[in-house]
């Protein structure tokens, strides 16, 4: 059973580019968490989302940035116009049920703004 | 009142001995604290995780200490070995069943041979 896979591992855009950050839940996992790591930070919650339903955004910030869960295919965290701030470690998490205790992470996409 | 306060940043120890990293909270809704352990490139792994109904819990040669009055807790790590160097976070939630986690800074932790 794979594990939660993120991809790409690393991303370079200019500022102003668009970036795409996907990920595939474990197999049989319905529910997804999208968190952000600054460097020498903790994680932060972004959004949390089911399939087809984004279940709360609170973490997310009110521009620039959408989140997706598809009936089909992996989750999409969406970045517009990226600026060098956004330059971070987004991690996705998945689980079978709706707690976060019981998710697993992805090894994380490297947004790196240049 | 959504922060947790963790410390040290940085800790190297001599392999065996005993690193002690902790955690401070303020929001009493606060009801489920676990560890994760994160090894460079990798995402965060959970470790071990504790309700505030025990002052202690042990797996293996980590050990949660809790203090509920002071808002506080505090990982153990028993016979420390080089394998153990990565970066650990503590984290809260309202309760075991939560959708989010608010995580401490993260403790980067070196444990030389």
């Known amino acids: 059973n794979a594990g939660v896979m993120q991809n790409p591992r690393h991303l370079v855009r200019r500022r102003g580019q668009e970036a795409r950050l996907r990920c595939s839940p474990m197999k049989g996992h319905s529910h997804v968490y999208w968190y952000r790591q600054l460097p020498e930070e903790g994680l932060k919650f972004m959004v949390y989302?089911?399939?087809?339903?984004?279940?709360?955004e609170s973490g997310m910030p009110k521009e620039r940035f959408s989140a997706e869960f598809p009936k089909e295919g992996p989750s999409i965290l969406r970045i517009q116009q990226v600026v060098r701030g956004d330059s971070a470690a987004y991690f996705c998490?998945?689980?079978?049920?709706?707690?976060?205790?019981?998710?697993?992470f992805g090894q994380g996409t490297r947004l790196t703004v240049v | 009142q959504q922060q947790v306060k963790q410390s040290p940043q940085s800790l190297i120890v001599q392999k065996g001995g005993i690193p002690i990293i902790n955690c401070a909270y303020e929001?009493?809704?606060?009801?489920?604290f676990p560890w994760y352990q994160q090894f460079p490139g990798k995402g965060p792994a959970l470790l071990i995780a504790?309700?505030?109904?025990?002052s202690e819990k042990k797996e293996g040669r980590f050990t949660i200490s809790f203090n509920k009055s002071a808002k506080q807790f505090s990982l153990h790590i028993m016979d420390s070995q080089p394998g153990d160097s990565a970066t650990y976070f503590c984290?809260?939630?309202?309760?075991?069943?939560?959708?989010?986690?608010?995580f401490g800074q993260g403790t980067r932790l070196t444990i030389n041979p």
């Open positions: 989302l089911q399939k087809e339903n984004i279940i709360d």
């Open positions: 984290a809260a939630s309202p309760r075991q069943g939560a959708q989010k986690l608010v």
């Open positions: 998490a998945s689980s079978p049920r709706g707690g976060i205790a019981e998710a697993f």
């Open positions: 929001n009493t809704a606060f009801d489920y």
């Open positions: 504790i309700r505030p109904d025990v």
